[in-house]
């Protein structure tokens, strides 16, 4: 029995084109922020420590102006207002970054990176056909 693909039952949603190292489209949750953000936060001076699907969402270590790396936890957020409406800002031990696509929590205390407009900053090379060496680790059915 053949299994249907699921997108073609339920639709397929995408966000606006932004065609960005290889993602066409623009996050339209969660998920595709914290893709985003590890495309990225090498570049943004982040050494991601863990990601996790409880709160806060990820733990980083950045540099100091004095050179140490410190610990932060993010918590990724399609629009930063979701922090409020997920009540991450009632824990006792809050994150110390929010990480989002839209940043419309304009009375917000945290530091907050907003991706849509951070990406406009960064490099983004054309995409290129893979190295072989690239090409070989990817495991191939057997043809008939």
Not at 8 to 33: C, H, M
Not at 88 to 95: A, F, R, T
Not at 98 to 106: A, L, P, Q, S, Y
Not at 125 to 140: A, F, N, S, V
Request: glycine share 4%.
């Amino acid at each position: 029995m053949r299994m249907e693909d699921p997108s073609a039952i339920r639709g397929s949603f995408v966000g606006e084109p932004i065609n960005f190292r290889g993602l066409v489209y623009a996050p339209i949750n969660e998920l595709g922020v914290v893709h985003v953000f590890g495309m990225v936060a090498a570049e943004l001076g982040f050494y991601v420590e863990e990601v996790k699907a409880s709160f806060p969402d990820c733990t980083v270590r950045r540099f100091t102006e004095r050179g140490f790396l410190e610990r932060v936890f993010v918590e990724f957020e399609y629009n930063s207002l979701n922090y409020l409406d997920h009540e991450h800002n009632k824990s006792p031990y809050p994150c110390n970054i929010i990480v989002c696509w839209k940043h419309e929590w304009t009375m917000c205390s945290y530091q907050v990176i907003e991706l849509r407009k951070v990406i406009t900053r960064l490099p983004n090379p054309p995409i290129c056909r893979p190295e072989q060496w690239i090409t070989d680790l990817i495991w191939q059915p057997k043809q008939n």
